[in-house]
């Protein structure tokens, strides 16, 4: 089993948004954005996802709406995956999750990606290759059992076939 965490793809300028995070809630892709969610979606075509969750901001619903078509799923909102929240909420789902059968794809930020896998490395886990967090990128967590042991970034996704 794999855990996915995918940044969310390219969105409209944060600025007029900057002082208020229920406002920001609603940014939506741009031209970009939508480029990388269709990027995204080749990525994940082939794999056997069994659930697509994400942060309740807008720019993550779309950024993973297509993937969970395509695997005929609905997208799960999760707070815990919402700009703002606590890494400690993120980890605990991560560990729930990670030893049930079947990928899971989780849409997240800028803010809540970076710290989560920095506490993982601080626990133990190893990462092969490079490391970033750019706007739809993916995180790829290999498990055993409740232990998050190796990941891997991917930068810019591309189909695997």
């Keep these: 089993m794999t855990l996915y965490l995918v940044r969310h793809a390219a969105a409209g300028h944060r600025s007029p948004f900057d002082n208020d995070l229920d406002l ?5 892709l741009n ?7 269709a990027a995204l979606t080749e990525f994940f075509a082939q794999m056997s996802v ?3 969750w994400s942060s309740l901001a807008t720019r993550c619903f779309q950024t993973v ?3 969970a078509a395509h695997h005929g799923l ?4 999760q707070h815990f995956l919402t700009e703002g929240a606590r890494p400690v909420d993120f980890l605990e789902a991560l560990r729930a999750e990670s030893s049930l059968k079947g ?8 803010d809540l990606i970076p710290e989560v896998v920095s506490r993982l490395l601080r626990e133990g886990m190893t990462v092969v290759g490079p490391r970033g967090c750019e706007k ?3 995180w790829s967590l290999e498990t055993r059992g409740r232990d998050i042991v190796r990941a891997s970034y991917t930068a810019r996704p591309v189909s695997p076939g």
């Design 31 to 37: 031209d970009v954005g939508h480029e990388q969610a």
């Design 103 to 110: 990928d899971l794809v989780l849409c997240s930020h800028g």
């Design 74 to 77: 609905e997208v799960v909102p």
């Design 50 to 52: 069994r659930s697509v």
């Design 136 to 138: 739809g990128s993916v």
């Design 65 to 67: 709406r297509p993937i």
């Design 24 to 28: 920001d809630l609603d940014r939506q």
